[in-house]
């Protein structure tokens, strides 16, 4: 390879996107009301699609089997656009909480909702994103502008032949109409029946403003609501509350809470059908698949422009 065409490759796209994940095994837990459980196979099964994913990954695994699994999905695209990092719960600082966590969840007035307000395991891995996210950033692995976040189930859909992507490969990119200054999620309940909820009542409504499953900023803008996301954990602790990530920032943009917030939020809102999801799919994973189609859109616009 030329050396032009090596910078080519290294050198990132203004648009390009690094990805951070996290997987902790939690074994068997409830998923939601009924019979519905998650575990380590099923989410095994959804690891499957992260092979397929052409960007940069940056993954933190805390066990040797996931850790090769990675290594082996990941061993057909270019060495420097997989870092896996394998990482002990003991050094991430947002399992020495688990506790105080763990103790707010045995009162038995606290609300039960499965596993955010249950398994107090479940909530503080929900937490550990932010940090991992953090540690990416400090590390150095992320040189590119934008970072996102990506749940390991986020795009479990993909194993469907539907959706599954063309040649067993897609890229994430910035939104076509992404603002810099913001944190962008995707919108599950609308703010105007959500602005007024207090930090408690969206931990015993369970309520979700949006998901926390797929999220993308730039690195500038990641730090702040990482530093103001860790800061809302702590004050809720105080204040005898803990649920998942979702609801911390609900919290956040609380009329409680709000004035103390650095970064706005950007919202997606997909329709039922969109992409071909539907239901709680399109509701919780609309703004990966946002991604997924910025980039094919400006690939597709380059192809015409190089016809």
Same mark, same amino acid.
């Not at 052409?54 to 850790?67: E, G, R």
């Not at 649920?243 to 950007?266: A, H, L």
């Given at each position: 390879?030329?050396?032009?065409?090596?910078?080519?490759?290294?050198?990132?796209?203004?648009?390009?996107?690094?990805?951070?994940?996290?997987?902790?095994?939690?074994?068997?837990?409830?998923?939601?009301?009924?019979?519905?459980?998650?575990?380590?196979?099923?989410?095994?099964?959804?690891?499957?699609?992260?092979?397929?994913?052409?960007?940069?990954?940056?993954?933190?695994?805390?066990?040797?089997?996931?850790?090769?699994?990675?290594?082996?999905?990941?061993?057909?695209?270019?060495?420097?656009?997989?870092?896996?990092?394998?990482?002990?719960?003991?050094?991430?600082?947002?399992?020495?909480?688990?506790?105080?966590?763990?103790?707010?969840?045995?009162?038995?007035?606290?609300?039960?909702?499965?596993?955010?307000?249950?398994?107090?395991?479940?909530?503080?891995?929900?937490?550990?994103?932010?940090?991992?996210?953090?540690?990416?950033?400090? !590390?150095?692995?992320? /040189?590119? =502008?934008?970072?996102?976040?990506?749940? +390991? @189930?986020?795009?479990?859909?993909?194993?469907?032949? *539907?959706?599954?992507?063309?040649?067993?490969?897609?890229?994430?990119?910035?939104?076509?109409?992404?603002?810099?200054?913001?944190?962008?999620?995707?919108?599950?309940?609308?703010?105007?029946?959500?602005?007024?909820?207090?930090?408690?009542?969206?931990?015993?409504?369970?309520?979700?403003?949006?998901?926390?499953?797929?999220?993308?900023?730039?690195?500038?803008?990641?730090?702040?609501?990482?530093?103001?996301?860790?800061?809302?954990?702590?004050? !809720?602790?105080?204040? /005898?509350? =803990?649920?998942?990530?979702?609801?911390? +920032? @609900?919290?956040?943009?609380?009329?409680?809470?709000? *004035?103390?917030?650095?970064?706005?939020?950007?919202?997606?809102?997909?329709?039922?059908?969109?992409?071909?999801?539907?239901?709680?799919?399109?509701?919780?994973?609309?703004?990966?698949?946002?991604?997924?189609?910025?980039?094919?859109?400006?690939?597709?616009?380059?192809?015409?422009?190089?016809?």
């Amino acid at each position: 390879m030329s050396t032009r065409n090596q910078a080519e490759r290294l050198e990132p796209k203004p648009y390009e996107v690094t990805i951070i994940t996290l997987y902790v095994p939690l074994g068997k837990f409830q998923k939601g009301g009924g019979g519905n459980f998650y575990t380590n196979d099923k989410y095994r099964g959804w690891m499957q699609t992260f092979g397929w994913l052409s960007n940069k990954l940056v993954a933190f695994l805390t066990d040797d089997d996931t850790y090769n699994y990675f290594k082996q999905i990941r061993s057909h695209l270019p060495p420097e656009r997989t870092v896996l990092i394998r990482v002990n719960r003991s050094e991430l600082s947002s399992f020495k909480d688990y506790d105080r966590v763990n103790q707010i969840y045995s009162k038995s007035d606290y609300p039960k909702h499965h596993p955010n307000t249950v398994n107090a395991n479940y909530s503080i891995t929900m937490n550990a994103k932010y940090e991992v996210l953090q540690m990416a950033m400090d !590390l150095g692995h992320v /040189n590119t =502008a934008y970072i996102a976040w990506l749940d +390991i @189930g986020c795009l479990r859909n993909m194993l469907e032949e *539907k959706i599954r992507p063309k040649n067993n490969i897609f890229t994430l990119e910035v939104p076509l109409d992404f603002e810099d200054g913001k944190v962008a999620f995707t919108e599950v309940g609308g703010r105007d029946g959500l602005k007024n909820l207090s930090p408690w009542e969206y931990i015993q409504q369970n309520q979700v403003w949006v998901a926390g499953s797929y999220f993308i900023a730039k690195k500038t803008v990641m730090l702040k609501f990482i530093r103001s996301y860790q800061k809302a954990v702590q004050v !809720l602790l105080k204040d /005898n509350m =803990a649920s998942t990530d979702q609801q911390v +920032i @609900g919290s956040m943009y609380s009329p409680q809470m709000i *004035k103390d917030q650095e970064v706005e939020i950007k919202t997606y809102r997909c329709s039922n059908g969109q992409y071909g999801l539907y239901s709680s799919d399109i509701q919780y994973f609309c703004l990966a698949y946002v991604c997924k189609e910025a980039a094919e859109l400006r690939r597709a616009n380059k192809t015409l422009q190089l016809a």
